[in-house]
């Protein structure tokens, strides 16, 4: 099988080294010749999870005409690029092509999840077979050393989303399939902006009671977004949902807990996000999510309480006391 992941990030990376391991011709495609020289060369990405050996079989080239070859891609790059970056690959989209999006959130511009965004880009409005998402519970790093981890595959048409499932899965990875693209990629989007409030909280020292609180609060809220954007429930509930929550707002290696554990000691957003050479993809989505609630009259106080922590009208003590202050009332999701 022939395959290509655009982005050789952390995330892109990993997935290459995973899906060259299983014997697939793996072809890397990323912008900068250097990285791609180390990857062909040393086999490690001179960039991004470095000291980890990564599979021989693995093509790195910054050139697209690879791309024609290529009957699955996958989808690394961030999401707020997609929109801008994805249409430069569109001659090469042969018409057998499937699309795999491995980016978790939501586009700020257009206010979209890019199930809504990207098959437009590639002309696939009504064929939902061609695009699929992969998300869960999967820090780069892990999946990079072989640690057991597990993640659902889902696409519109069940064969498809089966077969795809079956090429992603190893004697490490195991994935599940599901037919509910939206609620998979909205639990692995909307999941960041918990991961950075959790971060805060730890970063004022407010304890495994209050982190915990917010998970399932946040879980709750997501819930809640899902339904009235017509996800499935049950998605919430499994790997991409609080399988992701639980991992992103407990484990350290979390880009958006660690943004969050900063901005929660004090640092400004701005500083943060400049001394990062990774995407924390929760500051943008929170702004997009919190918008889309006020748009369908969706009541998400943690994402309120984060978009103003996030915009500095909110320090992140008043955010967290706010938190707690508000009208008591039944628990429900
Ligand atoms: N790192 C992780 O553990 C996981 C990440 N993801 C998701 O995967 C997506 C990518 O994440 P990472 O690979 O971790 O991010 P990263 O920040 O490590 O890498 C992003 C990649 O996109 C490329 N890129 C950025 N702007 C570009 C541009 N203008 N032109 C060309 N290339 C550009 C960068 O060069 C880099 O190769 C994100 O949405 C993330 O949420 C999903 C699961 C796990
Ligand atoms: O989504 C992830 C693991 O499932 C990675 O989380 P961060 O983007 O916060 O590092």
Not at 122 to 129: K, N, Q, V, Y
Not at 141 to 167: F, G, N, Q, W, Y
């Amino acid at each position: 099988m022939h395959i290509a992941v655009l982005g050789g990030g952390n995330f892109g990376t990993c997935l290459a080294h995973v899906l060259a391991k299983s014997g697939h011709d793996t072809h890397l495609v990323l912008r900068d010749e250097n990285v791609a020289k180390s990857i062909n060369t040393i086999h490690e990405n001179s960039k991004y999870l470095s000291g980890i050996k990564l599979c021989k079989r693995i093509e790195a080239t910054t050139q697209f005409g690879v791309l024609t070859g290529c009957e699955y891609w996958i989808i690394a790059l961030p999401c707020q690029k997609q929109a801008e970056l994805l249409p430069r690959f569109v001659p090469y989209f042969g018409e057998m092509t499937t699309l795999i999006n491995v980016a978790k959130g939501i586009d700020l511009k257009r206010l979209l999840p890019l199930s809504m965004v990207v098959p437009q880009i590639f002309g696939l409005e009504d064929e939902s077979a061609r695009y699929a998402v992969l998300s869960g519970p999967s820090f780069a790093k892990e999946v990079a050393l072989d640690m057991p981890t597990a993640c659902t595959l889902a696409c519109a048409d069940e064969s498809r989303a089966v077969h795809l499932r079956d090429i992603f899965t190893t004697p490490y990875f195991r994935c599940y399939s599901s037919t509910d693209v939206l609620g998979v990629e909205l639990g692995g989007a909307i999941k960041n902006i918990y991961a950075i409030a959790a971060g805060v909280s730890d970063g004022l020292n407010y304890g495994d009671n209050a982190r915990a609180s917010l998970v399932t609060r946040g879980l709750a809220e997501m819930c809640r977004l899902g339904l009235a954007m017509g996800a499935n429930f049950q998605t919430f509930m499994g790997l991409s949902g609080i399988g992701d929550l639980m991992l992103t707002c407990n484990g350290d290696l979390s880009r958006n807990r660690q943004v969050g554990l900063r901005l929660g000691k004090g640092e400004k957003i701005d500083e943060i996000i400049a001394s990062m050479n990774s995407v924390a993809e929760g500051v943008a989505t929170t702004h997009a999510v919190y918008a889309m609630a006020q748009n369908l009259g969706v009541e998400m106080p943690i994402t309120y309480t984060m978009k103003k922590i996030l915009d500095g009208e909110f320090t992140p003590q008043d955010g967290l006391q706010y938190l707690l202050s508000r009208e008591q009332k039944p628990e429900r999701f």
